[in-house]
């Protein structure tokens, strides 16, 4: 009897042993969770949590986790980045990473191109750019960020000059202005409010389209080409993880065409896709 008891016992530790060797030997990705990433965007509407919902399936099968952290001022989701609160963040364009890193000094860099949001000019006075008189009072914004974009916007028009090796122009670097331009700077959100006592504004289509206004009353759109590569929005994070695996699998998952067809169909302020290789706009 004791030996029978001796031999089950021995079984019994051949068979626990055998298990963890098992154990130690499946691969890693059998038994380690999903990676996640934290991804920081701006507050948006349903459109947008849409569209992110749809990322967030496309990354589930690739093996990875998107938590959305939305943030309500432009300031917090490169801060939030910086000190590693979140991994990555999708929310600027080119022209606002550059002034941010100038300014503050950080290595966040960008991953990934996603939307552009063309520039466009409206007017209550004018049907057409070529109408804008002599002395003409323009209103664009303050913000040295959306004022660079509303000034290559209106020397796509053909209405001024920069100067050529300026990225981030202020009115300062305006070097031919014909019809010499008044400009009125102003808070973002009150350019639309003065659309009744200027001759033309640069306007946010977010704005446009709050207002309860179309964007297609603009009297004149900025054509997609390399002079508005600095307004392409980007997905960003920083230099240490730029190259890992689950930030490329965020942005595969953001540069997908059920994506890029939700965007350019589903837009009601003009976004389109436009990572290389993205679908068209219908």
């Known amino acids: 009897m004791k030996k029978r008891n001796k031999w089950l016992i021995s079984a019994a530790t051949i068979i626990v042993l055998s298990g963890l060797g098992y154990a130690s030997f499946v691969p890693k990705s059998t038994v380690q969770s999903p990676e996640t990433v934290t991804v920081g965007i701006m507050a948006g509407d349903k459109r947008t949590d849409k569209q992110w919902e749809i990322i967030k399936n496309n990354a589930k099968k690739e ?25 990555a963040n999708a929310f600027q364009h080119y022209i606002f990473l550059n002034d ?77 202005n014909k019809k010499n331009l008044q400009f009125k700077e102003l808070a973002t959100d009150q350019l639309i409010r003065t659309l009744p006592e200027v001759d033309l504004a640069s306007i946010d289509p977010s704005f446009v389209v709050g207002s309860g206004r179309s964007i297609k009353s603009a009297i004149y759109v900025q054509p997609v080409d390399k002079r508005t590569q600095g307004g392409i929005n980007i997905i960003a994070t920083t230099k240490d993880k730029k190259n890992s695996d689950a930030i490329k699998k965020l942005v595969k998952a953001y540069q997908s065409d059920n994506v890029a067809n939700y965007i350019n169909d589903e837009s009601g302020t003009g976004e389109i896709a436009v990572w290389p290789g993205a679908p068209k706009p219908k």
Do not use: C, M
């Open 63 to 87: 093996g990875l986790t998107l938590k959305i952290k939305t943030f309500s001022d432009y300031t917090q989701p490169n801060a939030a980045l910086a000190v590693g609160d979140i991994d």
């Open 100 to 176: 941010w890193n100038k300014s503050h000094k950080t290595d966040i860099v960008p991953v990934g191109e996603t939307i552009l949001v063309a520039g466009r000019l409206y007017s209550d006075k004018h049907k057409s750019v070529n109408a804008i008189p002599q002395n003409g009072i323009v209103a664009i914004s303050n913000s040295k960020v959306t004022q660079g974009r509303s000034l290559l916007v209106l020397q796509s028009a053909g209405l001024i000059k920069l100067s050529p090796n300026v990225k981030d122009p202020t009115v300062k670097d305006i070097v031919e």
